[in-house]
């Protein structure tokens, strides 16, 4: 059974910084394009950033200039460098490693709070 485990999140202050961590199993990590999502109360959930095994990223518009989204293939592990926080990035994130083939297969981590608040 695939599974993600976050790690990472809590209590900052704005233009604070914090890291997230996703580790998963080698078996998906080294063929799927993993990425971060989050769900703010009342929000559905929302695409933040993505990187391909190659390594290619995309950002949303939101977060462009402050995250940072990096892959260490040697410990299956996904990163996101959060900086220069906004009361507005408070959510829950996700990690997720998705593959199109004929279908597209999605796992989810179990979410990490992030607050920003003063």
């Known amino acids: 059974q695939v599974q993600l485990v976050e790690s990472g999140g809590g209590l900052v202050q704005p233009g604070g910084s914090l890291r997230l961590s996703c580790v998963t199993s080698r078996s998906i990590f080294g063929i799927y394009t993993m990425g971060w999502y989050r769900q703010a109360p009342g929000k559905q959930r929302e695409l933040v950033t993505t990187?391909?095994?190659?390594?290619?990223?995309t950002y949303a518009d939101s977060v462009k200039g402050r995250f940072t989204i990096s892959r260490d293939n040697a410990e299956n592990t996904l990163y996101l460098q959060m900086n220069s926080l906004k009361p507005e990035d408070t959510a829950v994130y996700y990690c997720?490693?998705?593959?199109?083939?004929?279908?597209?297969?999605?796992?989810w981590g179990q979410g990490t709070q992030v607050t920003v608040s003063s």
């Open positions: 990187i391909t095994s190659g390594g290619t990223t």
């Open positions: 997720n490693a998705a593959l199109t083939l004929l279908k597209t297969t999605n796992y």
